[in-house]
């Protein structure tokens, strides 16, 4: 019985358009050269840090209006939005000679992300109460994820023909735009039964807040989701990109080359697409079977597992800095860490809040990711400027082992 509802869920249309929402979303054919590129109009880690750190400022003040707007009144519109700012971004970036552009294309981006944020995981959860699939959550979160990984892989691929292939490196995001476009058309497309809240003639702002704020009084296991998550994703949004300039530190410093008859810079935009590409292929299969994780323990123990693994991935960075197999290896381990977990996250969190204030909710679990930004992003910047890229790793490290007893969740009976 169970199998055949998977498979139900794998052949419905619906559940086919949110994944390909996915895919098309993370087509970023900038993502594995956006550092490099910055850092070869100037910028130093500091001022990328401060960059980072102005886009989650503009999520964390848009952030929890953008939840309230689209669970009060419609999330078609919402995302659409949300999709015009991410293009005005990449037109931003492809102009971005000087710090101060690149603030405005960060801005954009904030917007973006702040407007889309949440508001795509409530339309998924409606849809599976509507077809009475609730039980599948971690399943269908999995599945969507793993293909929206795969488009990052590929994009990773198609990156590297692009930035080979054209006049400036800028010139990558204008290609951005076009999965934007159509992602924006895709999300016109979807029925109107998942567009607005589940009570809307019922609840307004007022209501919305109201329940919010006593769910985080009164629910702890609640706060603790919310609050630790936001650490564990800022300290993992904190460092993704830095494999750039570490692989650039030890292949281009030291004059190694993998590919003959390239120069030095060639051979590195190569590497850093293989490179991404491989770490997001091993993430969406993390993705894509992270449910399968319940059998070993619940989410409770699961969570606090994927803390301390963090933690220690952290601390061998730092050891294996000079190696660059090592640096890949421990990156792709994040970033499984990562990807096995989020599904798993998203079912805990589910299960402990009101249908109604989903996309609030989420949207202030974005919010505490975006506060910790705001502090790591700058914070490791400089401490990689002043003392090098090996500190920022083990100083976040410990600061995860500190505050692991702040957030570790109670063990509940292993779910059958």
């Keep these: 019985m169970e199998q055949s509802i998977k498979r139900e869920i794998l052949k419905n249309r619906q559940i086919k358009k949110f ?29 990328i840090g401060i960059l980072f750190a102005i886009r989650e400022i ?13 669970d009060c009144f419609g999330r078609k519109k ?52 509507e077809m009475q699939w609730t039980s599948y959550k971690s399943f269908v979160y999995g599945k969507t994820r793993s293909l929206s990984l795969i488009g990052t892989a590929l994009s990773s691929i198609l990156a590297i023909f692009i930035i080979l292939n054209i006049p400036s490196s800028k010139y990558i995001f204008l290609f951005a735009t076009v999965p934007y476009i159509l992602d924006f058309f895709l999300i ?64 281009v410093g030291a004059g190694l080359v993998f590919f003959v008859n390239i120069t030095p810079d060639k051979n590195l935009k190569i590497i850093l697409g293989v490179v991404y590409a491989v770490i997001n292929i091993f993430s969406s299969f993390a993705s894509r079977n992270a449910y399968r994780l319940k059998r070993i323990g619940n989410a409770s123990f699961l969570m606090n597992g994927f803390y301390i693994s963090l933690s220690v991935s952290l601390l061998l960075l730092g050891l294996l800095f000079n190696n660059s197999i090592g640096i890949c290896v421990i990156f792709l381990l994040i970033y499984l860490i990562e990807n096995f977990r989020q599904p798993i996250f998203m079912e805990e969190i ?10 609030t909710m989420l949207s202030i679990a974005e919010q505490l990711k975006s506060l910790f930004i705001i502090i790591l992003a700058p914070t490791a910047g400089w401490i990689a400027d002043t003392y090098g890229m090996r500190q920022v790793m083990i100083a976040l490290a410990i600061m995860l082992i500190v505050t692991f007893p702040l957030f570790m969740l109670k063990q509940k009976p292993k779910e059958e």
């Design 78 to 129: 919402e995302l659409c939005i949300c999709f015009i700012f991410y293009i005005i971004s990449f037109f931003f970036f492809f102009l971005s000679s000087t710090f101060f552009i690149a603030v405005f294309a960060m801005v954009f981006f904030g917007l973006g992300e702040a407007f889309r944020s949440g508001t795509h995981k409530a339309m998924i959860y409606s849809y599976l109460e």
């Design 188 to 251: 016109m497309s979807y029925p109107k039964s998942i567009d607005m809240a589940e009570n809307s003639k019922k609840f307004n702002i007022r209501t919305m807040l109201k329940l919010v704020k006593t769910d985080l009084i009164n629910k702890k296991d609640l706060r603790k989701i919310l609050i630790g998550n936001g650490l564990f994703e800022s300290v993992v949004e904190s460092i993704k990109d830095f494999i750039q300039p570490m692989l650039e530190m030890i292949i």
């Design 58 to 70: 503009i999520i964390n003040i848009f952030e929890i209006p953008s939840g309230i707007i689209a």
């Design 350 to 359: 589910d299960s402990n809040m009101h249908k109604n204030e989903r996309a």
């Design 19 to 47: 994944s390909l929402y996915g895919f098309l979303k993370d087509l970023k054919f900038f993502e594995p050269y956006l550092l490099i590129y910055l850092m070869g109009n100037g910028l130093s880690l500091l001022q």
